[in-house]
């Protein structure tokens, strides 16, 4: 890393990886989780040790991210982060601009240790090789415990602490072969509500795979990729595709291809095409045309061609001159348009292997990739002993591709045993994951609750306005805010959606519009009296209620409800200056908005203290 005039050290993202900060989001997280199953239950405090111990050696992951004039960069992050309890679906948003901690969380359940990675900081051979490095320590430091004796830390002498951006290394001036925009079939259907998961894990024997491989004469990567998209034309033919094609997206480790030994991203994505034109069509035409398109695609000259457009778009003079805000909009039109392309991500890491002496300790990985608005469902794989282990991460209600997926497995023989983390069922619950299902009943109960109390609100603004009406009447504007509030909970959050900024940001609207009509209706300050104090008491209940149906992402919710009692504040300003002059609803309004905030802080817990001390430095 470089030094900063003021000593910090920093460094650039690779050339991947500058694009995933400005995409991110609560519904594309860029998120993945490499995860070890051990034969003993975890115990935090060695955990947490482990971590402590390994990190500085990891440069690469000990960094938080800055926001540069021109581009993202990485600065060292001198913080320790602190390990925690799985209570959340896998892969859930790390917001890579507000976070002062790491783009990385690891976490335990039972047995299992959880390694989350923002993909700006690595791609999956670096997370393998720092989970590994971690779950070392952690068996080592558990001996030590037992022995008495401690043991010198072990770290592969395969793994390689170089950061170094490879892309640009390896870049020379070759024909430049750009990404397919044509729209492929997407996958749709009845989705979860708020943030639930599925994830579906298929433990397959990895010599009946090879030997059905065998036969097709094609490889693991090549079979499942096929095996993938005869699911999707099977279970999905009767929707029909049309003239879109079903288009697979598989990440390639270029270090495969190239010199390179860095722990930085370098990887490439091809795409797997197969055209569902309503004809009757064989496996065998899908194994065809995914291998021809492999050994067409996955060459050291194609690949040179693939990194040749990616750095060439980044040193044209133009977009090096052009500041952050613009290439963030340019980008996420670009990265949009591409990823029409893809119905699904299917990524193969491949064969995990361990140090010999720790290999009776641990039982097995697990790969999984975050879902995007865009693939709602995604596949991952990875191997480890005798099983290729296949897990499918989802937001729909219904498994009907995985089981159509597996089930052709086990026709051609092979043997495949399923576990799940109990969503949308328990078929295949093996306790292996927090139970974080929501209650429908209590669910319901809270959804009544709240638009109870918006109904309240709504007839006392009724009651006020008769009472002080002088030739307006507001409350049917304020009263029409309620009902759009309680529609746009309905039919949002429902299905699937973070509403919190939303909800900050039409309060805003609502109280320039409410302000405009006062105004265009002969000002008699209604807006300023009632109309601002009241949506901004309606905006703090709303995001009340998120975070407290919504405690799996509440961090999302909680910094909105800061905004709003720190916004509740400006009606006071106004009756300062005298512009209020019926305070009662600005009284109520702060008092509430406050009150509130701190019995969230007051009476949550301790994740809230944490999260107040993560945004403020405290």
């Not at 860095?262 to 995914?290: P, Q, Y």
């Not at 491949?350 to 709602?376: C, D, N, T, W």
């Not at 794989?381 to 282990?389: M, S, T």
């Not at 105004?519 to 109309?531: C, D, I, Q, R």
């Amino acid at each position: 890393m470089k030094k900063s005039p003021q000593g910090e050290r920093w460094r650039r993202l690779d050339n991947t990886a500058k694009i995933f900060p400005v995409i991110a989001n609560e519904h594309l997280s860029n998120v993945y989780r490499i995860s070890a199953t051990l034969k003993e239950e975890v115990v935090p405090g060695t955990l947490q040790r482990a971590l402590e111990e390994i990190l500085p050696q990891f440069e690469g992951f000990a960094v938080r991210l800055r926001r540069g004039f021109f581009w993202y960069y990485f600065e060292s992050n001198k913080r320790m982060p602190v390990i925690e309890r799985e209570t959340a679906y896998p892969c859930k948003y790390i917001d890579p601009r507000t976070s002062p901690y790491y783009l990385f969380r690891v976490s335990y359940y039972e047995k299992r240790i959880n390694l989350e990675v923002f993909h700006a900081v690595t791609d999956g051979l670096g997370a393998v090789n720092f989970l590994k490095a971690l779950v070392y320590r952690y068996l080592d430091l558990t001996r030590d415990g037992r022995t008495g004796h401690p043991a010198p830390q072990k770290i592969s002498s395969d793994v390689s602490m170089n950061v170094e951006d490879s892309y640009v290394r390896n870049y020379k001036e070759v024909a430049r072969r750009k990404y397919s925009t044509r729209k492929a079939f997407h996958i749709s259907g009845e989705t979860l509500p708020l943030d639930e998961e599925s994830v579906l894990h298929g433990y397959v024997n990895l010599a009946e795979l090879k030997k059905v491989g065998k036969s097709y004469g094609v490889s693991i990567t090549k079979f499942l990729a096929a095996a993938l998209i005869w699911a999707i034309y099977q279970e999905y033919e009767e929707a029909g595709t049309g003239d879109r094609s079903i288009g697979i997206s598989l990440p390639i480790n270029l270090r495969a291809f190239f010199d390179s030994e860095t722990m930085a991203n370098f990887f490439a994505v091809t795409l797997l095409e197969f055209l569902a034109d309503g004809k009757e069509h064989e496996f065998s035409e899908a194994v065809e045309a995914v291998s021809r398109q492999m050994d067409e695609n996955i060459t050291r000259e194609k690949l040179e061609e693939t990194i040749s457009y990616n750095v060439s778009n980044e040193k044209k003079w133009y977009l090096r001159i052009a500041p952050l805000f613009m290439k963030w909009g340019a980008l996420n039109v670009i990265f949009r348009r591409n990823d029409r392309a893809y119905t699904m991500t299917l990524s193969n890491i491949g064969p995990i292997k361990v140090e010999e002496e720790y290999e009776a300790e641990i039982e097995r990985f697990h790969l999984m990739i975050g879902v995007s608005k865009r693939q709602p469902m995604k596949c991952a794989v990875c191997a480890y002993g005798e099983h290729v282990v296949v897990t499918f991460t989802s937001v729909f209600q219904d498994t009907r591709l995985q089981d159509r997926f597996f089930g052709f497995l086990k026709e051609l023989g092979v043997s495949v045993e399923t576990e799940s983390n109990g969503v949308p069922d328990s078929r295949d619950d093996k306790a292996m994951y927090p139970r974080i299902q929501y209650d429908p009943k209590r669910w319901k109960e809270v959804v009544n609750t709240f638009y109870g109390i918006l109904f309240a609100v709504a007839a006392i603004l009724g009651v006020v306005n008769f009472a002080t009406y002088s030739g307006s009447m507001w409350s049917v504007i304020a009263i029409g805010c309620i009902i759009y509030v309680a529609l746009t909970l309905r039919y949002s959050i429902m299905r699937h959606a973070n509403l919190a900024s939303k909800v900050v940001i039409q309060t805003i609207a609502a109280e320039v519009l409410l302000v405009m009509i006062d105004h265009v209706t002969g000002y008699t300050g209604w807006s300023v009296n009632f109309g601002i104090p009241s949506t901004l008491l309606f905006a703090d209940l709303a995001v009340v209620f998120l975070i407290i149906v919504n405690r799996l992402n509440w961090q999302s919710y909680f910094m909105y409800q800061i905004a709003i009692t720190i916004f509740s504040f400006i009606p006071v300003i106004l009756w300062a200056a005298g512009l209020v002059t019926r305070p009662l609803m600005t009284l109520v309004t702060v008092v509430v908005t406050v009150l509130i905030l701190f019995v969230t802080i007051k009476w949550g817990d301790r994740s809230v203290k944490t999260e107040l001390k993560r945004r403020f430095h405290l």
